[in-house]
Nanobody, 123 residues
Framework: QVQLVESGGGLVQAGGSLTLSCAASGRTFSGYAMGWFRQAPGKEREFVGA????????YYSDSVKGRFTISRDNAKNTVYLQMNSLKPEDTAVYYCSARQGIPTRNRYEYDYWGQGTQVTVSS
């Protein structure tokens, strides 16, 4: 089992920045690919980005590419989502997730999820 807890959400103005953290506990964090997803009201949960366990693979959705960056500190069992140039359409609940193997864009392929943290971007 892997337990994930997100933090760092909040209210920010458009153009601002925010960094989300996801702290993992349980099984060896360094062996898991980590993904970030988001879900806006009335919409399906969508892929934001993912990073492999060894950080050799990194993927982002087209909507956040160039603005968001995922990093991980395996010594601290933590993965981060740095969000820059935020837009109102980035408003959503953000979830981190974990899976063994390579990172994917498919939410159904992730085994563990955090409870989510709200990010609200005002215009």
């Amino acid at each position: 089992q892997v337990q994930l807890v997100e933090s760092g959400g909040g209210l920010v103005q458009a153009g601002g920045s925010l960094t989300l953290s996801c702290a993992a506990s349980g099984r060896t964090f360094s062996g898991y690919a980590m993904g970030w997803f988001r879900q806006a009201p009335g919409k399906e949960r969508e892929f934001v980005g993912a990073r492999s366990a060894s950080s050799t693979m990194e993927y982002y959705s087209d909507s956040v590419k160039g603005r968001f960056t995922i990093s991980r500190d395996n010594a601290k069992n933590t993965v981060y989502l740095q969000m820059n140039s935020l837009k109102p359409e980035d408003t959503a609940v953000y979830y981190c997730s974990a899976r063994q193997g390579i990172p994917t864009r498919n939410r159904y392929e992730y085994d563990y999820w955090g409870q989510g943290t709200q990010v609200t971007v005002s215009s």
